[in-house]
Nanobody, 123 residues
């Protein structure tokens, strides 16, 4: 059974940094693309960043480009999201998700999701 467990969320002031982690278990990790999504109160879940199974490809939503970095450690079955220069509008529950193949899928094609970790950025 696949499990994704996020950690690293918290309360931070605007301009600060956080690093989210997502530990995966239950199936081979290295050949699966991984993604981060977020959902703010009253809003739909949105894509944040993704990384292919090969590490060669990453993708970001425009609002986080230059501030967030997605990475993965296949030896630890973990994907990270380094978030710098945080803004109040980054406040949301952040979810990691796993695709079925090494290639970054469309948002609806991720088949496993974590429970989420809260990130709150104060102004």
């Amino acid at each position: 059974q696949v499990q994704l467990v996020e950690s690293g969320g918290g309360l931070v002031q605007a301009g600060g940094s956080l690093r989210l982690s997502c530990a995966a278990s239950g199936r081979t990790f290295s050949n699966k693309a991984m993604g981060w999504f977020r959902q703010a109160p009253g809003k739909e879940r949105e894509f944040v960043a993704a990384i292919s199974g090969s590490h060669l490809s990453t993708r970001y939503t425009d609002s986080v480009k230059g501030r967030f970095t997605i990475s993965r450690d296949n030896a630890k079955n973990t994907v990270y999201l380094q978030m710098n220069s945080l803004k109040p509008e980054d406040t949301a529950v952040y979810y990691c998700a796993q695709g079925r193949t090494p290639n970054i899928p469309r948002a609806r094609e991720y088949d496993y999701w974590g429970q989420g970790t809260q990130v709150t950025v104060s102004s």
